[in-house]
């Protein structure tokens, strides 16, 4: 590339550090960060400036290189500004990466001898001990106990996982990180990645599978319903070879946005780790004061924690006794404690802060009632463990709920942000505790049911490993 072109990154959010890490495995310089949020415009992102996107017309022999989930907004907005030729576009990053020589040739190794099978299980992009990890790590541990060859692929900023986890953990550092994934694919060849974050792993994985088209296949796992992630997914859709979804209604929602062979796009229902179900509750169970549990990152994107004051405001205009237990860490903790104690409501609302993976089953058998008001989701495991634990499930209407909870018969489905109809279905079940243990306990036979991991994992092997 011209030594006299500005290279400019169109994002400064989370898609940054995937892009910065591309560059790096180039060898590729870049200059500034660009973004449409104003509060980003006087701070630096990785040692570069965030310049406003009004700025980049100051720069007539440039390269913009989109580093945002928003990939089709940003387009539009950059041809409206008549930069549009200026984009240079992430297969063009990718020819580059094609034209680096490798360190040895691999290129006449077999796939199809499957004994010899690598799986890489990406969690690279995780930011704690989430959903999309919890999944992955089951994944890695089912895969190993069958007799796979496993590793996963981790960041050295994670927290640690369980030892059984962790034995199977590979953990890259965000220096040359991309580079070192590479290495380690090539050294794990013939291999099939499983692709969970689209983030620097995938690059890695489509430079390697450019490389060796022979020894690399990706199974790419979409986890929620965001359209933004389908996007990120499919915007690279021919180094795919299958999909994998979460919910039966991300697969449909995948097949109608995406030309792909139905054959490719497979799901299963999640599978669930416990012993809780050998406990099924009776319907004559005896409940004093209600219990409601709600397990997740305090945050507004997705999870929309930040709605809980009011949905605490509007349990407390039904004026019944509740307990509500909420665990989790993240930016609404403080907000949501402030609250709590300004309105003395500290016998009725506890924060736990995050809670170990162990102690869930604990927690979800101590509540009568599974609260979540995400704005998106993909099939939520805590949904799951605290069904397997009778709890009854009062959620909003995101992927994955419709498949375990029909509305009055186990549970209850709210539209998103209705908060109040919420409290109105928690005051009811309140009402009628024979209710309430009846759907607990139909919660408890359909997770029992559906959610086999043995049988998770022989769908796996017979599907997407082969």
């Given amino acids: 590339m011209d030594g006299d072109c500005i290279v400019i990154l169109f994002g400064a959010g989370v898609y940054a550090k995937k892009y910065k890490a591309l560059l790096e495995y180039l ?6 960060f660009t973004d449409n949020d104003s509060s980003k415009w006087t701070m630096k992102l990785y040692g570069k400036p965030v310049i406003p ?3 980049l017309k100051q720069f007539p022999k440039c390269k913009i290189i989109i580093s945002s989930t928003h990939e089709q907004a940003i387009r539009k907005q950059l041809a409206e500004m008549e930069l549009a030729d200026k984009i240079m576009s992430l297969e063009e990053l990718y020819h580059l990466c094609g034209q680096k020589m490798t360190k040895t040739d691999r290129s006449g190794l077999d796939i199809t001898v499957r004994d010899n099978v690598t799986v890489l299980v990406d969690m690279y992009e995780g930011i704690g001990w989430g959903g999309t990890e919890l999944w992955a790590a089951g994944l890695a541990f089912g895969l190993k106990s069958a007799g796979r060859n496993v ?11 369980e030892a059984r986890y962790e034995t199977l953990t590979i953990r890259i550092t965000e220096h040359d990180t991309i580079m070192h994934m590479v290495e380690l694919m ?18 890695a994985a489509i430079i390697v599978k450019k490389k060796y088209p022979d020894s690399m296949h990706i199974v790419s796992v979409i986890h929620n319903d965001n359209p933004s992630l389908f996007d990120a997914h499919m915007m690279l859709s021919k180094y795919i070879e299958k999909i994998f979804c979460v919910s039966s209604q991300i697969r449909e929602h995948m097949q109608e946005q995406y030309v792909m062979p139905n054959q490719c796009c ?5 599978p669930i780790e416990t012993d809780i179900l050998r406990e099924i509750r009776p319907d004559t169970q005896v409940y004093d004061v209600l219990r409601l549990g709600y397990a997740a990152r305090l945050v507004r994107q997705q999870k929309r924690a930040d709605l809980l004051i009011e ?3 509007c349990l407390e205009e039904r004026g ?5 237990q909420i665990a989790g860490e993240g930016e609404c903790r403080d907000m949501i404690m402030d609250y709590v104690r300004h309105h003395h409501l500290e016998r009725k609302v506890e924060l736990l802060g995050r809670l170990p993976k162990s102690e869930m089953q604990t927690f979800w058998k101590r509540q009568d009632i599974f609260i979540n008001i995400s704005e998106y989701e993909g099939t939520s495991l805590s949904m799951l463990e605290a069904m397997s634990c009778g709890c009854v499930p009062v959620v909003t209407d995101v ?18 942000g209705d908060l109040k109809m919420m409290a109105q279905y928690v005051a009811s079940l309140d009402n009628e505790r024979k209710k309430l243990a009846s759907f607990g306990r139909k919660c408890q036979i359909i997770i029992k049911e559906r959610c086999n991991p043995e049988e998770y994992i022989k769908y796996w092997i017979k599907n997407l490993l082969n």
């Fill in 399 to 416: 992927s994955g709920a419709k498949e375990f909870i029909t509305h009055g018969e186990n549970g209850y489905i709210c539209d998103i």
């Fill in 320 to 324: 019944f006794d509740y307990i509500f």
């Fill in 53 to 55: 996107p009004s700025r």
């Fill in 151 to 161: 590793l996963l692929i981790g960041g050295t900023e994670q927290p640690s996982l």
């Fill in 266 to 270: 497979y799901f299963k229902e999640q």
């Fill in 186 to 203: 090539e050294q794990n060849l013939p291999c099939i990645f499983i692709n969970n974050f689209a983030g620097c792993a995938f690059m």
């Fill in 311 to 313: 949905f605490i405001k």
């Fill in 27 to 32: 060898n590729m310089e870049f200059d500034y």
